[in-house]
């Protein structure tokens, strides 16, 4: 059974910096896309970055520059890590894997596996 459980959300200051943890259980990460996506209230959930099995990546403009998506196979992880936080980063923080093909992409619609989530709050 696929599972995957976020951590390493947060308070953290503008202008600070996180790392968000996505494991994975039931499967191995380096089968599938994995994708990272935020929801603040209010608000219709948007991908953040993704990651597939050749290590292509792809970034929501607004994260371009300040979020690196990452991978160890080993340890069947998959990290985001945010720099230069903004408060307009806060938002309930979410893992995702899709078995639709080996394409990166930012669509949550084309996700089938979700995490539980993870706050991030970023002010000061």
């Known amino acids: 059974q696929v599972h995957l459980v976020e951590s390493g959300g947060g308070l953290v200051q503008p202008g600070g910096s996180l790392t968000l943890s996505c494991a994975a259980s039931g499967f191995t990460l380096d089968t599938y896309p994995i994708g990272w996506f935020r929801q603040a209230p209010g608000k219709e959930r948007e991908g953040v970055s993704c990651?597939?099995?050749?290590?292509?990546?792809v970034y929501a403009d607004s994260v371009a520059g300040r979020f690196t998506i990452s991978r160890d196979n080993a340890k069947n992880m998959v990290y985001l890590q945010m720099n230069s936080l903004k408060p307009e980063d806060t938002a309930f923080y979410f893992c995702?894997?899709?078995?639709?093909?080996?394409?990166?992409?930012?669509?949550?619609?084309?996700?089938?596996?979700w995490g539980q989530g993870t706050q991030v709050t970023v002010s000061s």
């Open positions: 995702a894997a899709h078995g639709r093909g080996h394409f990166p992409t930012l669509d949550p619609h084309i996700y089938d596996y």
């Open positions: 990651i597939t099995s050749d290590d292509t990546t």
